[in-house]
C-alpha cells in the first residue's frame, strides 16, 4: 500500500460500502513522515442509524444460525487475516507509527481472539440440574443480547475491536465497530477480510467518526451493549451515558502501570524487559511501564542500565525493520508529552535521558520524542500519577517492598504492575496486594492470552465483565433461567 493508496475511509453497513455523507472529516497523516493518508468523515446520526437498523434486520437469522455454523466463519476469517498479516501490518505501521514487528505481534493477539470464540460451542454450554424438586428440573441457559458495538482507541487498531467482536457473533450478536479517527484504515482493510468470510450482510457494520459518532451510538435505542477501550475521562462518561439508558458497559480506561524492581532480580533481564515495556510502542500501550520503583540496592545498577537502554533505543520510521521505536501518535501529542516532562523537570526530576527535539534523518516532520528517563519522582509529583503515553518513564526510589507497594496502590489506575525479583516470598505478597487487575512476575508486558479477562481494575476500568475470554462470553450473552416440571400423566390427557 503506498501512502496515499487510500483516500477517504468510507462506512461498511448491511453488507455495502458507502461514502460517509458527513460534511466534517479529519486528516489521517502518517506520524512517522507528516503525510496525509487519507482522510476520516465523522459520520452523522442517519448513519449510526442505518447501521444498527443493518444489524438488527440481520439479527433474528443470525441468532438462529447454530452456533456450530457461526463458527465456521470465524474459522474462516482466522484463514484469511493470517494470509493477510503483512499487509495489515504494513497499515498499522502506517497509521498508527508502531514498528512492524509490533503491529505483527498486535494482529497475532487479534487472531488469537478469533482462536478462542471458535470455541463458543463449549463455551455458551448451559447448566443444568435434576430434581431440583421431586419432578421437577432447572436449567440456565444463555442467548445473545441483540446489536452490539465497540468504540476503540489509536494505540491498537487491528487488536482491540478483536477483544469483542468474534465473541459477539459467535454468541449470536450483531455487530457495529468504531475505529479511532486516528487510525480508520487498519478497519478498512479488516472489513474486506470480514466481507470476504461471507458473513451474511448486516451481520458487521462499520461507521467512522468521532465524539458525536459515540454518542449517537450510546443514545442509540437499539444497541444493547456498548465495548469501550480509551482514555479514563472518556471511559468514564461513556459508561455512565450507556448505563443511564439501561445499556450493557464495559469501558476500559487508561493506566499508569509500576514496575517494583527488588535488589535479588536478575540485572540484565530486568532492564531488558522493563526497557521494551516502558519504550515499546513508543510508550503508547495501556500496559506500558511508566514509573519503576527501585527497593534498596537495586537503584545503581537499574538506573545505569536502564539509561543506556534508553539512549541506544533505535528510534525511527516503523517500516525499517532495524527501528525499535517509531514515533508518538500526532504534533498535539508530542507537545503534551513534552509539556509533561517540563513539568516533571520543574518539579524536581532529573533527566538521565532526555529525549525531546528528536530529528530523525528523512522524518523530519514526523512526531518523534526518544525514550526519555528521569529520575527523583516523588509521590507529590505529577508525573506520579499522570498517564503520559509516550516514552517517558519515571524513576523512584524506597528502601522496602512495602514502601513499594504503598506507592504502585497510591495512585488512582490499576491496570497493570509488574515486579522483578528472584524470591517467590516477595512476588507472593505483591501479587496479593497490589491493587492491579493484570500482574507481571518478572514480566514487563502483562498482556492476558484471549483465553484470559483483560482484567484492569480500579480507575483502569468501569464495569464487571472484561473483554476477551469467557468473560466476553458472558458480556455477550443474557442468561435465562428455566424451571421445568412435566407431570408424569400429562400425555394421557390430549
Ligand atoms: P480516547 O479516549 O481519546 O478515544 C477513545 C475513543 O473514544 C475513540 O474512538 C474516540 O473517537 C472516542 N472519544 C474521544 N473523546 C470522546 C468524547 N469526549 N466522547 C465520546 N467519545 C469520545 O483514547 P485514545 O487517545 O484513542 O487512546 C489512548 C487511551 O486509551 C489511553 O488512555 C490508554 O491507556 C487507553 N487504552 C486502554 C486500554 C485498556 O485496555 N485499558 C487499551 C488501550 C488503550
Given at each position: 500500500?503506498?501512502?496515499?493508496?487510500i483516500n477517504l475511509a468510507r462506512n461498511y453497513i448491511d453488507?455495502?460500502w458507502r461514502d460517509s455523507i458527513a460534511t466534517e472529516f479529519l486528516p489521517v497523516p502518517?506520524?512517522?513522515?507528516?503525510?496525509a493518508l487519507g482522510r476520516v468523515p465523522l459520520s452523522i446520526r442517519t448513519e449510526i442509524d442505518e447501521a444498527v437498523q443493518a444489524a438488527a434486520?440481520?439479527?433474528?437469522?443470525?441468532?438462529?444460525?447454530?452456533?456450530?455454523?457461526?463458527?465456521?466463519?470465524?474459522?474462516?476469517?482466522?484463514?484469511?487475516?493470517?494470509?493477510?498479516?503483512?499487509?495489515?501490518?504494513?497499515?498499522?505501521?502506517?497509521e498508527c507509527?508502531?514498528?512492524?514487528?509490533?503491529?505483527?505481534?498486535?494482529?497475532?493477539?487479534?487472531?488469537?481472539?478469533?482462536?478462542?470464540?471458535?470455541?463458543?460451542?463449549?463455551?455458551?454450554?448451559?447448566?443444568?440440574?435434576?430434581?431440583?424438586?421431586?419432578?421437577?428440573?432447572?436449567?440456565?441457559?444463555?442467548?445473545?443480547?441483540?446489536v452490539c458495538a465497540c468504540i476503540c482507541p489509536f494505540n491498537?487498531p487491528?487488536?482491540i475491536p478483536?477483544?469483542f467482536l468474534?465473541?459477539?457473533?459467535?454468541?449470536?450478536?450483531t455487530y457495529v465497530v468504531k475505529p479511532s479517527e486516528r487510525v480508520p484504515l487498519t478497519m478498512q482493510?479488516?472489513f474486506?477480510?470480514?466481507?470476504?468470510?461471507?458473513?451474511?450482510?448486516?451481520?458487521v457494520n462499520l461507521v467512522n467518526g468521532g465524539k458525536e459518532t459515540v454518542e449517537a451510538l450510546l443514545d442509540h435505542p437499539g444497541i444493547r451493549a456498548i465495548s469501550f477501550v480509551g482514555s479514563t475521562p472518556v471511559a468514564k462518561a461513556v459508561y455512565a451515558r450507556a448505563a443511564a439508558v439501561g445499556k450493557r458497559a464495559q469501558c476500559q480506561g487508561g493506566?499508569?502501570?509500576?514496575?517494583?524492581?527488588?535488589?535479588?532480580?536478575?540485572?540484565?533481564?530486568?532492564?531488558?524487559?522493563?526497557?521494551?515495556?516502558?519504550?515499546?510502542?513508543?510508550?503508547?500501550?495501556?500496559?506500558?511501564?511508566?514509573?519503576?520503583?527501585?527497593?534498596?540496592?537495586?537503584?545503581?545498577?537499574?538506573?545505569?542500565?536502564?539509561?543506556?537502554?534508553?539512549?541506544?533505543?533505535?528510534?525511527?520510521?516503523?517500516?525499517?525493520?532495524?527501528?525499535?521505536?517509531?514515533?508518538?501518535i500526532s504534533?498535539q501529542s508530542?507537545?503534551r508529552?513534552?509539556?509533561?516532562?517540563?513539568?516533571?523537570?520543574?518539579?524536581?526530576?532529573?533527566?538521565?535521558?532526555?529525549?525531546?527535539?528528536?530529528?530523525?534523518?528523512?522524518?523530519?516532520?514526523?512526531?518523534?520524542?526518544?525514550?526519555?528517563?528521569?529520575?527523583?519522582?516523588?509521590?507529590?509529583?505529577?508525573?506520579?500519577?499522570?498517564?503520559?503515553?509516550?516514552?517517558?518513564?519515571?524513576?523512584?526510589?524506597?528502601?522496602?517492598?512495602?514502601?513499594?507497594?504503598?506507592?504502585?496502590?497510591?495512585?488512582?489506575?490499576?491496570?497493570?504492575?509488574?515486579?522483578?525479583?528472584?524470591?517467590?516470598?516477595?512476588?507472593?505478597?505483591?501479587?496479593?496486594?497490589?491493587?492491579?487487575?493484570?500482574?507481571?512476575?518478572?514480566?514487563?508486558?502483562?498482556?492476558?492470552?484471549?483465553?484470559?479477562?483483560?482484567?484492569?481494575?480500579?480507575?483502569?476500568?468501569f464495569?464487571?465483565?472484561?473483554?476477551?475470554?469467557?468473560?466476553?462470553?458472558?458480556?455477550?450473552?443474557?442468561?435465562?433461567?428455566?424451571?421445568?416440571?412435566?407431570?408424569?400423566?400429562?400425555?394421557?390427557?390430549?
Open positions: 500500500m503506498s501512502d496515499t493508496s453488507g455495502a502518517n506520524p512517522a513522515t507528516g503525510q434486520g440481520a439479527f433474528p437469522q443470525w441468532r438462529r444460525l447454530p452456533v456450530t455454523e457461526r463458527v465456521q466463519f470465524l474459522f474462516r476469517l482466522k484463514d484469511l487475516l493470517e494470509q493477510d498479516v503483512e499487509d495489515l501490518a504494513r497499515t498499522i505501521t502506517m507509527g508502531k514498528t512492524l514487528a509490533e503491529s505483527r505481534g498486535e494482529l497475532r493477539r487479534a487472531i488469537e481472539n478469533v482462536e478462542m470464540a471458535c470455541g463458543a460451542p463449549a463455551l455458551l454450554q448451559g447448566e443444568f440440574s435434576e430434581d431440583i424438586a421431586a419432578g421437577i428440573d432447572e436449567f440456565m441457559m444463555r442467548q445473545p443480547l441483540g491498537f487491528g487488536m478483536f477483544w468474534p465473541y459477539a457473533l459467535a454468541c449470536g450478536n482493510k479488516v474486506v477480510v470480514l466481507q470476504k468470510a461471507g458473513l451474511p450482510k448486516g451481520v493506566a499508569k502501570n509500576p514496575i517494583i524492581v527488588l535488589p535479588d532480580a536478575d540485572p540484565e533481564m530486568t532492564t531488558r524487559i522493563a526497557a521494551d515495556s516502558a519504550f515499546g510502542c513508543a510508550g503508547q500501550r495501556c500496559l506500558a511501564a511508566s514509573l519503576v520503583v527501585t527497593v534498596g540496592e537495586a537503584r545503581g545498577w537499574f538506573n545505569e542500565a536502564m539509561a543506556e537502554a534508553a539512549s541506544s533505543r533505535v528510534t525511527g520510521y516503523g517500516l525499517d525493520e532495524a527501528v525499535q521505536m517509531g514515533p508518538v504534533e508530542k507537545e508529552i513534552e509539556r509533561l516532562i517540563c513539568r516533571g523537570l520543574e518539579q524536581g526530576a532529573k533527566p538521565l535521558v532526555d529525549g525531546r527535539g528528536a530529528v530523525i534523518p528523512g522524518c523530519e516532520k514526523g512526531f518523534f520524542l526518544r525514550p526519555t528517563l528521569l529520575e527523583g519522582i516523588r509521590p507529590s509529583h505529577e508525573l506520579a500519577t499522570t498517564e503520559i503515553f509516550g516514552p517517558v518513564l519515571g524513576l523512584t526510589h524506597v528502601e522496602t517492598i512495602d514502601e513499594a507497594v504503598a506507592f504502585a496502590n497510591s495512585g488512582p489506575y490499576g491496570n497493570m504492575a509488574c515486579i522483578f525479583t528472584g524470591s517467590g516470598a516477595s512476588a507472593r505478597k505483591f501479587r496479593s496486594q497490589v491493587e492491579a487487575g493484570n500482574i507481571g512476575i518478572n514480566i514487563g508486558v502483562a498482556a492476558p492470552m484471549a483465553f484470559f479477562p483483560f482484567s484492569g481494575a480500579k480507575e483502569s476500568f464495569g464487571d465483565l472484561h473483554g476477551q475470554g469467557r468473560h466476553a462470553i458472558e458480556f455477550f450473552t443474557q442468561t435465562k433461567v428455566v424451571v421445568e416440571r412435566w407431570p408424569k400423566d400429562w400425555s394421557r390427557k390430549f
